[in-house]
C-alpha cells in the first residue's frame, strides 16, 4: 500500500505545502507566494509571518485535494525547521506538530538547504531522472553560495562557501541600485537578454572554492556612481548592458570556482540548485560546464528553483524511510 507524506516549507516569504508517496512522486506542490513586501523592497518578517498565519490552512488543504488523498491517508508531516525567518518558521513548524499530533504520525524536520540540494530527487508526470550519490552541487540562493559535495541524502560536504556576501544578494542589491522591483534576480534576467556584458567590474579572486561578492557589489555601485556624474541619465539610457554585464560577472565568478572543483574531485554528476538556479545564463552556462566534463547534469524546473515544499518531501522521504522522526519539543531555528 503507498505511504504519503506531506512537507510544510514556510522559511520566507512563500507557504507551500506538497504531497509525496514513498517513491519520490510529487502528486502535489502548492505554493501561495505574498506579495505584500513588494512596496518594502524586501521582505518583512513580521508581515510575512502573519501572511504564512492565513495562507497556510488553506494551501494545505489544497495540496491534499489536487494529490487526492485526505489527511488520515498521510504516514508523516515533514517540514522545514530553518534556517530562515525565525517568525515565518514557527508557523511551519507549529502546524506540522500541531498537525501530526492530532493525526498520531510521525514528524520530520527538515533543513531547508538540504531540501534545495536534494529538490533532484522530485519526481512528477514530466520528470522521474534523478542524480546518484556522489554529485557536486551548485548552491545559489538568495543568502547562500555553496559548492556541496553531496555524498549520499545526510552526508553533504561544503567545499565551497561565500565568506561574505551571496551570489543572489549581489544580483539583488545590483537591481536596488537601478530602481528595479524586488527581488531582482528576474528583472535583471530579462533585461540582461537585451544587452551587451559591456561594463568591467572588479572580482574578488580568493583561493581554493570559496568566494567572495562583496568587492564586486562596492565595484558595481563605484562603476555607476563615476558613470552618473558624467551623464545624469546613464542608468535609464544602459539598463540592459548594466544587467548584462552584471549577470556576466556574477555568473563567470560562479563556474569559475565550481569548474576547478570539477576538475579536482573529478566527479562525474552534477547538479545547480537554489533560487538564482532560475537564471537563464546560468542554467545555459552550467549545462555546457558538465557537457565539456562529460557529467550527468541536473538543472532543477523552475517550480522547484524557488521555495517550494516538494523539495521538503524529497529530503522528508529519505529520512521517513530511515526512521528518522523528530520529537514533538523540537523548534524552530533561524541560523
Ligand atoms: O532560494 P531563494 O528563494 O532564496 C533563499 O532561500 O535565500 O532565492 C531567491 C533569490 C533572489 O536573490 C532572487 O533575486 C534570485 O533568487 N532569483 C534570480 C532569478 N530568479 C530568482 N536571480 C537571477 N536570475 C533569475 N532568473
Redesign the pocket.
Known sequence: MKQYILAIES??DDTSAAVMDTDFMCLSNVTASQQVHQQYGGVVPELASRAHQQNIIPVVDVALQKAGITKKDLAAVAFTRGPGLLGSLLVGVSFAKTFAMALDIPVIDVN?LHA?VLAHFVKDEDNAECPQFPYLCLLV????TQIIKVNDYNDMEIIGKTIDDAA??T??KAAKILSLPY????H??RLAKQGKPSLQFARSHIQGYDYSFSGLKTSILYTLRDKLKDDPQYLEHNLNDIACSVQKTVVDSLLDKFDKALRDTGIKTVALA???S???L?RERFNALGQKYGCRVFIPRFSY???NAAMVAACGVFKFKHGEFAPLNLTAYAR
Open positions: 522559511s520566507c531547508h534545495h540562493s538568495g543568502g547562500n543572489g544578494e544580483i539583488d527581488p531582482g534576480g528576474p535583471i534576467d537554489g533560487g538564482v532560475a537564471n537563464s546560468l528553483t524557488t521555495d
